[in-house]
């Protein structure tokens, strides 16, 4: 799988929107990007995924570059409930095995 | 909604002793993997079935480690011995038929944190 680049932390204020970045600059044309977030002490859950298109859906948006090299998770108003390590996983079309996690990013959301 | 569902929830145990980890998955769903997630970093697979066959165990320590789906269904994780490097949260995912389908959303349980000393 290729590989994505992620800052370690951010941080950002209740009720303003989050900007999460993910640099994958060897995505391959079958690359679908999916986004997972672990909030503590939980096992990780599905936030959204995109593979050419923008996409929205009820918990957030992914924003994908128009060369696909970059992609951006939004989280149009942050809540405490949003604090937590977020992915940003490629998943070959192909490939119907598990997902090769990175370290992510950690959200921290104050009020 | 349906969960996955992983017992138990935190397990102590001691350097050489063996321990069980056990997994029901969502109803339905054909494929089923077990994660490991040291403290600090995401999650690495382990082992991967589909139905009651593995699929995927190339990161799986054969020497200690070992997984079974019997009827396809619920899954057990053994350790035997533990070491004290294995303290990790052992986490359970399923999700319905994967091949082909780069889109199927994995569905975790909470985990089961282990605790060797």
């Known amino acids: 799988d290729a590989k994505t680049t992620q800052p370690n932390s951010m941080e950002s204020n209740e009720e303003e929107p989050v900007h999460l970045p993910c640099n994958h600059s060897t995505i391959s044309g079958t690359d679908y990007i999916h986004w997972y977030r672990q909030l503590p002490s939980q096992g990780p859950e599905y936030v959204i995924h995109g593979l050419t298109s923008n996409v929205n859906n009820r918990m957030a948006s992914l924003a994908i570059a128009e060369d696909r090299k970059s992609s951006t998770l939004i989280l149009h108003r942050a809540t405490l409930r949003d604090a937590a390590v977020y992915y940003c996983i490629l998943r070959d079309l192909n490939s119907g095995y598990a997902l090769n996690f990175g370290k992510g990013t950690s959200l921290l959301v104050t009020p | 909604e349906a969960e996955v569902a992983q017992s138990p929830r935190y397990k102590i145990t001691e350097k050489s002793q063996a321990v069980a980890f056990w997994c029901d998955p969502i109803?339905?769903?054909?494929?089923l993997y077990w994660y490991r997630q040291i403290l600090g970093q995401g999650p690495e697979l382990l082992v991967q079935f589909q139905d009651e066959s593995v699929v995927d165990d190339s990161q799986l320590p054969k020497d200690r480690f070992s997984a079974e789906r019997l009827k396809g269904v619920d899954s057990t994780l053994k350790i035997q011995p533990a070491e004290l490097g294995d303290s990790a949260m052992y986490l359970c995912?399923?999700?319905?038929?994967?091949?082909?389908?780069?889109?199927?959303?994995?569905?975790f349980g909470p985990g089961t944190r282990l605790t060797v000393l």
């Open positions: 995912a399923s999700s319905s038929r994967a091949h082909g389908r780069a889109y199927n959303e994995q569905f």
């Open positions: 109803s339905g769903h054909a494929t």
